[in-house]
């Protein structure tokens, strides 16, 4: 009797002990832990974090609840072994399995990049590199390997051709090899069939339609100008004409401050001299964009050869098909920055 007590007992100890076990482990499964009552929230993980440093950041940045439990299981599913570095959008009130799968799984959530406004090479990273886990210093280390620019078909001219300002979705821990291929990848797309022909109907190549639209957006302060303003340098190009791009000459002159070019500005020995030298200068003046390499593509079809700001500062100009009507037009424009103070 005394040993079946004793049975009894054991039996019933021993299923107490397993359910209370069985449900704590379900809890540490399915029970929520990430971000108890909290919102949603990005992880991020170093390319060289450990299993030891996602502890830290999931303890110390308040992401879980129960470490313990959360450890406990990541070995079991040997996540331990398998930390992927990323961005990972970890969900309220996710449980444990959950939260482990999905970072054992490298699925990272991918962030935008975007410039624009980029005039020189050197601005460019720190635009591309604002929202990834990759060092402005380190990327333009990249972008100054000649051998690089050659790999890719540019020189230290052109390079910046390669880099058409947009949107881009990538990950968070793309490296400086992976972004520079990603863009030249992105150019190829960009300069289809389609755009090679138009460019190829009008004598240029598509780095050549780069450097001329660089020229129409820096001279364009109205965009629906700008189909008319690459027009016209088409037309100079085409009878040999100095192309006088006064964006240009302020490129060389290194002085992005002027607004207004002066006789000694033209003086200025530099490839980039449009004043002084034929054809189009060696590389762009800036990253031109989507659009006005389109508008250099679907160049509007007129005679016009000179173009000047209008005297009322409105942003358009007045074209010309002739030096005289041309000079009419400049020396207005000159009295009116005469009025307003403006001499350099």
């Not at 990272?108 to 590199?129: A, M, S």
Request: aromatic residues 14%; charged residues 25%; contains cysteine.
């Amino acid at each position: 009797m005394d040993k079946r007590k004793i049975l009894v007992g054991f039996i019933l100890v021993f299923t107490v002990t397993l359910s209370s076990f069985s449900f704590y482990f379900w809890q540490v499964i399915t029970a929520p832990n990430i971000l108890v009552d909290q919102g949603s929230r990005f992880l991020y993980i170093q390319p060289d974090a450990t299993f030891k440093d996602v502890q830290n950041t999931l303890y110390n940045e308040n992401y879980v609840n129960d470490l313990v439990a959360f450890s406990f299981l990541a070995k079991l599913m040997d996540y331990d072994k398998y930390v992927k570095p990323g961005r990972y959008l970890l969900e309220a009130n996710m449980s444990n399995r959950d939260a482990i799968r999905y970072l054992r799984s490298g699925k990272q959530e991918p962030v935008n990049i975007t410039f624009n406004n980029v005039r020189l090479l050197e601005d460019l990273p720190p635009k591309i590199c604002a929202n990834i886990n990759l060092g402005p210093e380190t990327l333009m280390t990249k972008l100054e390997d000649s051998i690089l620019r050659a790999k890719y078909g540019f020189d230290e001219y052109t390079f910046k051709c390669m880099f058409i300002p947009n949107t881009y979705e990538v990950f968070w821990t793309i490296t400086a090899d992976e972004l520079v291929e990603r863009m030249s990848y992105e150019y190829k797309q960009f300069w289809n069939d389609e755009r090679k022909a138009k460019a190829d109907s009008i004598g240029l190549s598509p780095i050549e339609v780069s450097i001329l639209a660089s020229i129409v957006q820096a001279e364009c302060k109205m965009t629906d100008e700008a189909p008319v303003i690459a027009g016209l340098y088409l037309n100079r190009l085409k009878k040999n004409y100095l192309l006088q791009a006064d964006p240009a000459l302020v490129y060389a002159s290194g002085d992005f401050t002027i607004k207004r070019v002066l006789n000694k500005h033209k003086e200025i020995d530099s490839p980039y001299n449009t004043y002084k030298y034929y054809g189009l200068p060696p590389g762009p003046i800036n990253a031109p964009e989507i659009r006005y390499i389109d508008a250099v593509l679907n160049h509007a079809q007129h005679n016009y050869l000179y173009m000047c700001a209008k005297e009322d500062f409105s942003g358009y100009h007045n074209f010309s098909t002739n030096l005289q009507q041309h000079l009419v037009h400049a020396r207005r424009y000159q009295r009116a920055l005469n009025r307003e103070g403006i001499y350099r």
